[in-house]
């Protein structure tokens, strides 16, 4: 069965709230999304990336503006071998130093070791002053990235 996630990632791809924080985002997560499935954080070892699901619809460099679909995979290979310590990577289209987190992605996505995550929240999408509430509840800006399996 296919399903929606709406996820908040802080902007600070390294970072983690407090459980108390954590728990106060998902306080109000529930007060936005009555409906919503299932609403939880989730605190994790490693960066990880999280991305759009079937909505992926590219990548591309910030520095030049070039389609970085044709080097993405293999910089995201390298950088995970690495744990995704570093995001860091060359960019071979202009030969930039571009940080994966901040490539232009044709839908949001984001790097993070600690996201907020709505299943089937079964709402509107959120408006930019609610985003900004999450934040604050967090404790840093955070991006946010809908996701469709
Ligand atoms: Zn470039």
Known sequence: ?????????????HWQPTPEAAARAVSLLET??????????????????????ENWSGVECYACGADASGWWGRAMDAAYAAGFR?????APCCGKTVSLNELR??????????ALEVRNPE?????EEQDR?????????????????
């Open 105 to 114: 992605y044709g839908l949001p996505a984001a790097f993070g070791r600690f």
């Open 32 to 53: 936005m999304a009555l409906k919503a499935d299932e609403i939880k954080s989730r605190f994790e070892d490693k960066v990880r990336f999280f991305d759009p699901g």
């Open 123 to 127: 709402t509107a999408d959120p408006t």
């Open 86 to 90: 570093d995001l860091e990577t060359p």
């Open 1 to 13: 069965m296919s399903f929606t996630l709406l996820r908040y990632i802080p902007a600070d791809p």
């Open 133 to 149: 509430a999450v934040g604050e509840y967090v404790g840093m800006p955070v991006r946010k990235v809908w996701a469709h399996y």
